[in-house]
């Protein structure tokens, strides 16, 4: 087929497709409301990314581990949707061996040969391509682990605002291929990641960048962490505050190695059992990776956060 006839057969199959359209008409409805609700955001940051993220249409959520970046990504998405639908959503995670071929286009082995395959990215343009009134957006966890300008190849240029809609030739297909202007991209990416490299300085211009830091002063965050009424979960919150604290003045580490909220969060009910695993297997073997040359201030504050479980 050529590309004016598959995309043809493509609207009539999605005509014909009842479980589809039922898939999107029972979306639940997701409001800026329930984003701060659950994201524990306020007003003023909500606006401030959804700016950035209309003014750009790129933008990377950066921060230290356990701040809530993935799961804030997919609940931004869905509060400037007004409902949570999956299929304007697309979710990838970079790594070192992710390609320009897994992404855009590239040839796969079939059984006697190798064929021509769309990428996850040229795919979701192309359905984005097909509802131009309605907003989409990629979401890439792990952005910095990936080699950028290999990956992106020749879209490096029309991701860019105001490059969006402008044909470019692809490397392998040589068909005119456009990054529409219904589509947004979210990155994701980890401050605390020592092993990686700095963001390509040609992909950076192209992104507005995010900090996203830890809420235990958010006055939603308060109310849900009151909700919990746990005596030995509020000892640990106050204790990992003095913790942050003390990780942003070590110079070998710094603010994006804070102990992140998300840690606390999604709990409906808490008891102290849960506490004490939280302590254990999740914020202890974090500070082991930090201080793994400081023995003696890892040890301190695993007497310190062990000791609200023997209060």
């Not at 999740?282 to 040890?299: A, H, Q, R, S, V």
């Amino acid at each position: 087929f050529r590309e004016a006839e598959f995309d043809i057969l493509y609207d009539i199959i999605r005509e014909l497709n009842p479980t589809g359209r039922n898939k999107e008409s029972k979306a639940h409805k997701y409001t800026k409301e329930d984003f701060s609700k659950e994201v524990f955001f306020d007003d003023d940051e909500y606006n401030t990314i959804v700016n950035l993220l209309d003014r750009k249409k790129n933008i990377i959520l950066q921060g230290a581990p356990g701040v809530g970046k993935t799961y804030m990504a997919k609940k931004l998405a869905y509060s400037i949707i007004g409902k949570e639908d999956e299929s304007r959503i697309k979710f990838v995670q970079f790594h070192q061996s992710y390609s320009y071929e897994d992404f855009v286009e590239g040839y796969r082995p079939t059984e006697n040969s190798y064929e021509l395959e769309n990428g996850v990215f040229y795919t979701f343009c192309k359905e984005a391509e097909k509802n131009p009134n309605e907003k989409y957006y990629f979401i890439i966890d792990e952005i910095n682990r990936g080699n950028l300008s290999k990956i992106f190849g020749e879209l490096l240029m029309l991701i860019e605002n105001d490059k969006r809609g402008q044909k470019i030739s692809l490397a392998y297909s040589k068909k005119k291929f456009s990054v529409p202007e219904n589509l947004y991209i979210i990155g994701l990416m980890n401050t605390a990641d020592r092993s990686l490299a700095m963001i390509d300085y040609a992909l950076r211009r192209r992104f507005a960048f995010y900090k996203v830091k830890t809420v235990f002063e958010n006055k939603q965050f308060k109310e849900y962490q009151n909700n919990l009424n746990n005596q030995k979960l509020n000892e640990l919150i106050s204790k990992v505050q003095l913790l942050n604290q003390e990780i942003k003045e070590d110079l070998s580490l710094g603010e994006g190695f804070e102990i992140g909220h998300s840690y606390f969060c999604n709990y409906k009910n808490i008891n102290d059992k849960d506490v004490e695993m939280i302590i254990k297997y999740e914020i202890l073997p974090l500070l082991e990776e930090y201080w793994f040359d400081n023995t003696d201030k890892y040890n301190e504050w695993k007497e310190k956060l062990n000791g609200v479980l023997n209060g």
